[in-house]
């Protein structure tokens, strides 16, 4: 089944570089210019990964994004001439998976694209996997999350990092070692970016947020009450 794409650039000659770039790696383009027609595209159609500049004319990136993530874990890839940490920041806090800073390389982001989509892709998986943690669940198979029966709504990144957690049941998880494990040995985010997503996590595990322990010193490990 063809994957859709939601492209929100305000630079036309930037925008029909990734588009062609994208298109040719056999995906769907959706085109935005700004961030109001990016909600009404988005809203109107069925998108499995948005690329989303930050700096445009009528609303921004942030606040394009902040409002996708009301209603949808759709994957977000943010592009943006901004490098410094606190702005990565914000952008993981408001929900963002991946982040790409201007200049870059078309191929790079569409390599990004690919591993962001693939990692929530369930189709390729051939076995049922449920994990339960004292009523926290966990389905590989369908990429599922729920508490006590209760769907949890996940993004990708806040996914891959609780199945990490979970696959390492009671071991200490230092910081470094989840984000080379998490997002990758060529990940240049700074060590925040861990504490980030795990606040976010916790946010949304509510009664269950309890299973990931901070370890003081080092990093967390996940461990359920025995």
Avoid at 18 to 39: T, V
Avoid at 196 to 210: C, I
Wanted: charged share 35%; proline share 2%; net charge neutral.
């Amino acid at each position: 089944m063809e994957q859709v794409i939601l492209l929100v650039e305000d630079e036309q000659r930037m925008r029909k570089l990734l588009k062609d770039y994208f298109i040719i790696s056999g995906y769907k383009i959706f085109e935005a210019e700004n961030g109001i027609k990016a909600l009404e595209t988005f809203k109107n159609n069925k998108i499995d990964l948005v690329i989303l500049d930050i700096m445009m004319p009528y609303m921004d990136g942030w606040t394009v994004c902040k409002n996708i993530r009301k209603s949808s874990e759709v994957p977000i890839i943010i592009l943006t001439a901004k490098s410094e940490e606190d702005d990565k920041l914000l952008g993981y806090e408001l929900g963002a998976d991946d982040y790409v800073t201007k200049p870059f390389s078309p191929k790079v982001l569409v390599a990004k694209g690919k591993a962001l989509l693939k990692r929530v892709n369930s189709e390729n998986r051939t076995e049922d996997s449920t994990m339960n943690f004292e009523g926290l669940e966990i389905n590989e198979l369908y990429h599922e999350i729920k508490i006590e029966g209760e769907d949890v709504m996940l993004s990708p990144k806040e996914y891959d990092l609780l199945l990490f957690f979970a696959k390492n049941e009671s071991i200490a998880l230092s910081r470094e070692k989840i984000l080379d494990k998490v997002w990758g040995y060529d990940y240049y985010g700074g060590l925040r970016t861990v504490d980030t997503h795990v606040k976010r996590l916790r946010e949304k595990l509510k009664s269950k947020a309890e299973l990931i322990k901070t370890v003081r010193g080092s990093g967390y490990k996940f461990e359920v009450k025995k």
